[in-house]
């Protein structure tokens, strides 16, 4: 009989169930007073307009809030079309614990990139214009449509969590009671059917994500001479897309072991080191293609003094490129959790960097009497939607099944079986 | 396993196909529709254009007035133009003036400086309606670059493309906000009128008339008199042609111009973009390369499941069988 439940026990933790956890905590709470700063700044974009809270004018119409929350947000959560690549479309299933968390950073990722987009353009009423105003000739249009496209596919993609976790279980209190009924055969409907169609949503996924990663890289194309010839090449939309590939397991990593510390989990070093083998051939791939193209463009000569531009592009080959590639071809490092941390937020710190490099620092716009950096408004707006971002990927697997919890941990099984007492 | 478990699975291994052929559909389909959509130009072989010849103009700012008049912007009097003070700054168009006027030193008679007027350059191949998300922006057959209020989301992606760094926006603006840049007084041509700044120019230092016409009146200017000016029309090629032609005495990067090169901006962007589009193919093959081989790697599970299903099943027989056997030696 014990035998039995010890059983059911680590059976049951194989599945992604709710974290149980109490949700404040000292550092949530801080991160509630960034939010709240981000949306105070944001009061005043909407109601004085975009210039009175960003150093943004006519000469740079672009700054921190297309560089980071949008560019940077769109290639960070890459890794929710990755791993569905590795989980679901080469059905490899011991990534399948990764796949979920994943999923919903993407999710909330392209949720708040859609947001930056929203506060960012002058009229964000018209937000909906691309849907049937097209441009087939402007990558911007190529990436709106995409995105907005992708961003509903991951909602669906996401639907079985929700089926999962409220079928049976609809439970709303006064006078909405009349209304359970109806949602519970709506849950049931979709979790009949969501099944048997998900693979199409999940290709679909993987599909957007390739056309819209490299689609943000033919976006500066068109700046043309207005931009740094360490950045400005013809091959940038193969750039973005494979160094959005790059960043895809580092950034799982990163969060997963992020995850395991605050909720007190051991990390699943054996999914996580696997998953980082991978890495180390990409980025490979990444910076063989960046050299290949500084040489045949004949860039370097703009690497011999060490002007702004250069020390920026030195930065982000060197500590965002070659040392993580290193670190990921080591065997040591993918053994141990503090390493493989490092190492991965090394290509996200990259990755976030060559962003910001692509759409600010390398942007240089004739007539510019000052350059651009940006004002404390655009700063704690993008540090508000990060926190907020935090804090609903926190909210989400408190209340859905993400996470796969390991089951050998002692603390875990203490709740359990309390539970299951 | 029982037919009805067989029936299922190759159904849904049907729905899957057919899934994937639905979707690849209606991506083609969308193919060719987008392949409509996209903003073509059709110039006219006598589209307008203007010639500013800036060994002409004397700096009286009144194309600037007359330009903000025309387009109903609050405007000071006319006297006030007069007022030089303003060339000790460097201006460009801007929401309140869509062209200015800049003084530049002359190094030939320090008495008599340079004078440019600035507007948008009207562009052949323009890469403002390349790049602008919902095509806002058109050129017409006739020369003339519009905007179009009623498209425009605001997203300043324009300002980004435009090697001239023309259009600007409205940053302190809460609803509504506009892009400005010249218009090339689209509706004053269409009524048959020239633009303003030509017709209030005191000296004629813009002409307006057919683009090949002018290109042939500014090599004239030039060998009539080569002392004047340089032997270079800026616009005919920069950009990949501009309707705004320019002559002058002084080199043009040193009066306000950017160094371009000829191709057009839109060049190399467009052919990326449709590389990767072109008529949906190379997604729509991703997307079955895709649906193949999770499909594929589905198979391979399934088979796998069931060899070990039935490893696992031969090993219970046999189980069963040495109880049996221990059973009855006992
Ligand atoms: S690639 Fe397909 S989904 Fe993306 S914008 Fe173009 S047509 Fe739409
Ligand atoms: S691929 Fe070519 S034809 Fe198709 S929309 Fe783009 S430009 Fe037009
Ligand atoms: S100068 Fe700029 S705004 Fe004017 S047509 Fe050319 S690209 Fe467009
Ligand atoms: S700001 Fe308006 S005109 Fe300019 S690209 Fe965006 S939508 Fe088009
Ligand atoms: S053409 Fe019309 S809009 Fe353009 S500068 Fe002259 S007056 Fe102004
Ligand atoms: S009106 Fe004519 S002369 Fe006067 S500033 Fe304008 S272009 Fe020059």
């Given amino acids: 009989m014990n035998n039995l439940t010890l059983n059911q026990i680590s059976h049951n933790s194989h599945l992604p169930s709710q974290v149980k956890f109490k949700f404040f905590t000292p550092g949530v709470i801080i991160l509630c007073l960034f939010a709240l700063n981000g949306l105070v700044f944001l009061a005043g974009r909407f109601l004085f307009g975009i210039g009175s809270v960003t150093n943004l004018n006519n000469f740079y119409p672009w700054g921190l809030w297309i560089g980071v929350d949008v560019a940077a947000g769109v290639a960070l959560a890459a890794g929710g079309f990755t791993s569905a690549a590795l989980g679901h479309v080469m059905h490899k299933d011991e990534y399948h614990s990764i796949v979920r968390p994943a999923l919903l950073t993407a999710l909330l990722g392209y949720t708040f990139v859609a947001c930056g987009v929203f506060v960012d353009i002058g009229r964000y009423y018209y937000i909906w214009h691309p849907l049937v105003m097209w441009n087939g000739n402007s990558a911007l249009f190529e990436v709106g449509i995409c995105v907005m496209i992708y961003l509903t596919v991951l909602y669906i993609e996401f639907l079985p969590l929700v089926t999962e976790r409220f079928m049976g279980r609809v439970k709303m209190w006064g006078f909405l009671k009349i209304f359970n009924p109806i949602l519970e055969f709506f849950l049931r409907l979709t979790d009949k059917t969501i099944n048997k169609v998900m693979f199409i949503f999940i290709i679909a996924g993987v599909v957007l994500s390739t056309l819209h990663q490299s689609s943000l890289g033919t976006l500066m194309v068109i700046a043309g001479d207005k931009m740094h010839p360490l950045w400005q090449t013809p091959v940038l939309p193969l750039l973005f897309l494979v160094s959005a590939i790059s960043v895809g397991f580092p950034m799982v990593i990163f969060e997963s072991i992020l995850a395991s510390r605050s909720f007190k989990l051991a990390p699943e070093m054996h999914v996580l080191s696997k998953l980082g083998s991978m890495v180390g051939p990409i980025l490979g791939i990444y910076l063989a293609f960046k050299l290949g193209d500084m040489f045949i463009r004949e860039t370097f000569v703009y690497l011999k003094e060490l002007t702004f531009p250069a020390i920026m592009f030195y930065s982000e080959m060197i500590i965002g490129v070659i040392v993580p590639l290193i670190m990921f071809l080591n065997k040591k490092v993918l053994q141990s959790s503090k390493l493989l941390f490092t190492a991965s937020s090394l290509v996200i710190f990259g990755v976030l960097l060559n962003r910001i490099n692509n759409f600010i620092t390398a942007y240089k716009p004739p007539y510019a009497k000052v350059a651009y950096y940006p004002s404390i408004g655009e700063l704690s707006v993008t540090i508000g939607f990060v926190a907020m971002l935090v804090l609903f990927y926190r909210a989400c697997v408190m209340i859905f099944p993400v996470i796969t919890q390991n089951h050998n941990h002692v603390e875990i099984a203490k709740t359990k079986s309390k539970v299951i007492l | ?330």
């Fill in chain 2, 1 to 330: 396993m029982n037919p009805e478990e067989v029936n299922s699975k190759s159904n849904s291994r049907r729905d899957f196909l057919k899934g994937i052929a639905t979707v690849g559909a209606g991506v083609a389909g969308l193919s060719y529709s987008a392949a409509y959509a996209g903003a073509e130009n059709i110039l006219s072989e006598d589209r307008f254009g203007a010639l500013v010849d800036t060994t002409l103009c004397v700096g009286c700012r009144h194309c600037e007035w007359a330009c903000a008049k025309a387009h109903k912007m609050p405007v000071p009097e006319i006297e006030s133009f007069n007022n030089r003070k303003v060339f000790q700054e460097f201006r460009r168009p801007s929401n309140s003036s869509l062209t200015v006027v800049n003084e530049f030193e002359n190094p030939k008679n320090r008495l008599i400086p340079i004078n440019v007027k600035q507007q948008c350059m009207h562009c052949d191949r323009p890469a403002c309606v390349s790049a602008c998300i919902v095509g806002a922006f058109s050129k017409t057959a006739k020369g003339p670059v519009v905007w179009d209020s009623d498209k425009c989301i605001g997203c300043r992606y324009c300002m980004v493309a435009c090697p001239f760094q023309v259009p600007t926006f409205d940053y302190e603006k809460a609803i509504q906000p506009m892009i400005y840049k010249c218009d090339f007084c689209a509706e004053r041509q269409k009524g048959g009128d020239i633009p303003a700044c030509v017709d209030i120019c005191p000296v004629e230092a813009i002409t307006f008339g057919p683009r090949s016409e002018l290109i042939r009146e500014a090599r004239n200017r030039i060998k009539r008199k080569p002392e004047v000016y340089l032997d270079y029309i800026y616009g005919e090629y920069e950009a990949g042609g501009t309707s705004w032609l320019y002559l002058a005495s002084k080199i043009f990067t040193e009066i306000g111009f950017p160094k371009l090169s000829q191709k057009a901006a839109p060049g190399v962007s467009e052919s990326i973009q449709h590389g990767i589009f072109a008529y949906f193919i190379p997604p729509a093959s991703l997307y079955a390369l895709l649906g193949g081989l999770m499909w594929m790697s589905k198979m391979k599970k399934e088979i796998d499941t069931e060899i070990s299903k039935e490893i696992e099943e031969e090993e219970r027989i046999e189980k069963i069988h040495r109880i049996d056997m221990e059973g009855k030696n006992e």
